[in-house]
Structure formats: structure tokens, C-alpha cells
Antibody, heavy 120, light 110 residues
């Protein structure tokens, strides 16, 4: 059973870059069955898809965030990462990483989530 | 404004049945699998239904899913207080190339 764990700073200053890493255990990030995704949830609001990456490095990004988002993968460490640049208070949210099963596009395993607050 | 449309809230008494609707378009629900997630207060979402109507291992068979055209539904029978949660539908969108979510439905068990 896959386990995912987010890590990174909980506080980021406006205009700076948010950086998070997701460590995958219980399976290989190089599995052909999965993409690996980032989702966020502002306080009291719904879920928003940020983007996903395949172990080969192929990515899909939410068009509304595409200009500021970079998702990368490190197969040697079984990790994938998120960078979101030029953050504002509107980027304050709980950030989740999840496994995206290729055929059904279901997010079958989730990290516990990490709250990132954008504030000076 | 979410790409998929869900009612903001539903409520029903214990032991009754409730349904939550999810409406989309041909680029998402109409052409791809619908998945449902349950989010208990303060917790990460959990996969509840995948491929429109399949239950992951360990999910109670009180939960069921269905799809017709560009709409889908989640049904919960024999409601229990522990079912109080937010429920989200989601699907891949071929036009946007992203996973799109509904806005979420808050279930209250009266």
C-alpha cells in the first residue's frame, strides 16, 4: 500500500516561491500505473487540482496556475516536488500530494496534507 | 466556480438514504470515469468510489455510485453519524488536461 508524505516550509513570504516535496513509500514512483499529483485546498474551500507528473517527467498543469507552477520528479529518491512562484495570500492552503491511477484518473492514495501560509 | 456542479449541502436522518448529484460535460464526466471522495473534518480526502461505481477495498457497501451521460450520483444508504463529511466528485477533463472537481457537498446527518 502506497504512503505519501508532504514536507516543506509552513510559512512563505509574499512574492517568494513555495516549495514542497512528496515522499512516496510502499511502492515505486517509477510505476507505469501512476501519475503523481498535487492538489490544494484553501481554508474552508474546495479542492483545486494543481498538476501532475509521470516518472518520465511528463507533466500536466492547471491552466490557471501554469505560469507559476513547476512539478519535478526524482526517481532515485522516490520523491516528486512542487514549486509555486510569486505567491500571494490567495495561495494559502493545505497542499496534498496524491497518486493518480493512470486508467481511471482516481486519486487512490493521499498524503496527510500540509498547511502553507503566505504571510509577511 | 467549479467545473463540476454539486449541491453545496444535503441532509437526512439516520438510517435513511441520500443522494448527491454531480453534473459535468462531455469533456469530463461524459467521456471519463467519475470518482468520489469523502473528506472527514480535518482529514485528507479518501477515495470512496472509482470508475463510476466501483468500491475500493474497505469501503462500506452502503456507498454506491452511478453515471448517466454527463451526470453522476453518489448514494449513501443506512445513514450514520460517522458519514457526516464533505463529498467531492472528480473526473479527468480532456479539454483542460486536468482533474476537475466538484465544489463539494456537505452532508449533515440530522
Amino acid at each position: 500500500q502506497l504512503q505519501l508524505q508532504e514536507s516543506g516550509p509552513g510559512l512563505v513570504k509574499p512574492s517568494e516561491t513555495l516549495s514542497l516535496t512528496c515522499t512516496v513509500s510502499g511502492g515505486s514512483i517509477s510505476s507505469s500505473s501512476y501519475y503523481w499529483g498535487w492538489i490544494r485546498q484553501p481554508p474552508g474551500k474546495g479542492l483545486e487540482w494543481i498538476g501532475s507528473i509521470y516518472y518520465s517527467g511528463s507533466t500536466y498543469y492547471n491552466p490557471s496556475l501554469k505560469s507559476r507552477v513547476t512539478i519535478s520528479v526524482d526517481t532515485s529518491k522516490n520523491q516528486f516536488s512542487l514549486k509555486l512562484s510569486s505567491v500571494t495570500a490567495a495561495d494559502t492552503a493545505v497542499y496534498y500530494c496524491a497518486s493518480l491511477e493512470y486508467s481511471s484518473s482516481c486519486l487512490d492514495y493521499w498524503g496527510q496534507g500540509t498547511l502553507v501560509t503566505v504571510s509577511s | 466556480q467549479s467545473v463540476l456542479t454539486q449541491p453545496p449541502s444535503v441532509s437526512e436522518a439516520p438510517r435513511q438514504r441520500v443522494t448527491i448529484s454531480c453534473s459535468g460535460s462531455s469533456s469530463n464526466i461524459g467521456n471519463n470515469a467519475v470518482n468520489w471522495y469523502q473528506q472527514l473534518p480535518g482529514k485528507a480526502p479518501k477515495l470512496l468510489i472509482y470508475y463510476d461505481d466501483l468500491l475500493p477495498s474497505g469501503v462500506s457497501d452502503r456507498f454506491s455510485g452511478s453515471k448517466s451521460g454527463t451526470s453522476a450520483s453518489l448514494a449513501i444508504s443506512g445513514l450514520q453519524s460517522e458519514d457526516e463529511a464533505d463529498y467531492y466528485c472528480a473526473a479527468w477533463d480532456d479539454r483542460l488536461n486536468v482533474v476537475v472537481f466538484g465544489g463539494g457537498t456537505k452532508l449533515t446527518v440530522l
